[in-house]
């Protein structure tokens, strides 16, 4: 047993590095969803006058859900991990056993997509899409 607390450090870096990769993820598929939904669009301006450029509007808001729902799915990992480092960093050094097992929470991935970073990012973009789907219906 080592009594400077270095089992617990190493422990809680472990988990610092894999909240710090959700954070990573979830920025990455925030960029990838505007790069997405934006190239669809405008391929959908760009040859408006062809009967399957709308189409091309369904795929971009079926993709901006995918996005909304992988970027969430790693929010809700992302806070189980922050439980799993505050369970670390009350235990006692000896108790440290290297565990990555996150806790269970009550929380869906639905409420971690009406969370307000969800909201002002994804929800515009829905609305713009469903308008645009709304107003240029063959």
């Known amino acids: 047993m080592e009594k400077d607390g270095e089992n617990k450090r190493l422990h809680l ?12 993820n979830s920025f990455l598929i925030k960029g990838w969803s505007i790069t997405a939904i934006g190239g669809l669009i405008t391929l959908y301006v760009a040859k408006v006058k062809y009967s399957w450029s709308y189409n091309l509007l369904w795929i971009a808001l079926g993709i901006c859900l995918m996005f909304w729902i992988s970027d969430a799915y790693y929010l809700q990992k992302e806070r189980q991990y922050r439980k799993l480092y505050d369970l670390v960093r009350n235990k006692k050094e000896e108790d440290i056993d290297f565990s990555m097992h996150i806790p269970k929470t009550s929380e869906s991935i639905f409420c971690c997509m009406c969370r307000p970073i969800f909201i002002f990012s994804y929800v515009p973009i829905l609305l713009v899409l469903l308008i645009i789907l709304y107003i240029d219906k063959p």
């Not at 870096?13 to 990573?24: A, F, L, P, Q």
């Open 13 to 24: 870096k472990m988990i610092e590095d894999v909240i710090s990769r959700m954070g990573s």
